[in-house]
């Protein structure tokens, strides 16, 4: 069977090149692992048979010839197991890079999700613009962090690994945002993250899925 992973067929394009597989994707990349791709229609994803895979309905599922498992963070730790590009070389860095795997989902992406998400699904609702300096507020509080711990590092631990490949799909979303120039030091960090060829790699892979699945 090799490495199956699972994402939707097509979304709007607004989504496109957000949508969570591109994580796995990236990391696979970055490995130079081989998958296939198992694509939901619209509606699959609520079936008995993919719940029965992704609980919550949600992208990305993951499974191979040993376990089949769910949630983007918990799929990286495991393929960062099975290379030795990505592996940790000793239990501080895999404590290390479990650490940033958990920061990066639960102290940093709610707050850029806190900013970013309002507008896109109220958008023009009196709340949302009321409500944005206080998100903003939050996420500096998070940038102001990860500044001082990557001053002087290029990546989160002492090589690049798939905490970086989360932490930076989160940051992605600030690219837009002022406040993300007011912390160089991350800037620079996303910057290097998104350079890399597997990045690009993986983009072009989500969107050729959805290329092929455009609505007639």
């Not at 197991?81 to 592996?87: G, N, T």
Request: contains cysteine; proline residues 7%.
């Amino acid at each position: 069977m090799g490495i199956v992973i699972s994402t939707f067929e097509w979304v709007p394009p607004f989504a496109q090149g957000w949508v969570r597989d591109l994580r796995p994707r990236w990391a696979l990349a970055e490995a130079g692992l081989p998958y296939e791709v198992n694509t939901l229609a619209r509606g699959e994803g609520d079936g008995a048979a993919y719940r029965g895979w992704q609980p919550f309905g949600q992208v990305p599922a993951y499974r191979d010839d040993t376990v089949e498992m769910f949630e983007s963070g918990a799929i990286l730790l495991h393929i960062s197991q099975m290379s030795d590009v990505l592996r940790p070389r000793s239990e501080q860095e895999a404590a290390q890079v479990s650490a940033w795997v958990f920061a990066a989902l639960n102290s940093v992406e709610p707050r850029v999700d806190n900013l970013i998400l309002p507008a896109v699904f109220h958008p023009g609702e009196d709340w949302v613009e009321g409500f944005r300096p206080v998100a903003e507020r939050l996420v500096e509080f998070r940038l102001k962090s990860l500044t001082g711990w990557l001053e002087g590092r290029t990546w989160l631990t002492d090589r690049f690994s798939v905490a970086d490949i989360v932490m930076a799909t989160v940051l992605r979303a600030l690219q837009e945002e002022p406040v993300l120039g007011r912390y160089p030091v991350v800037k620079a960090y996303l910057d290097r993250c998104l350079a890399r060829p597997a990045f690009a790699e993986a983009m072009e892979a989500q969107l050729a899925t959805f290329r092929a699945h455009e609505p007639a």
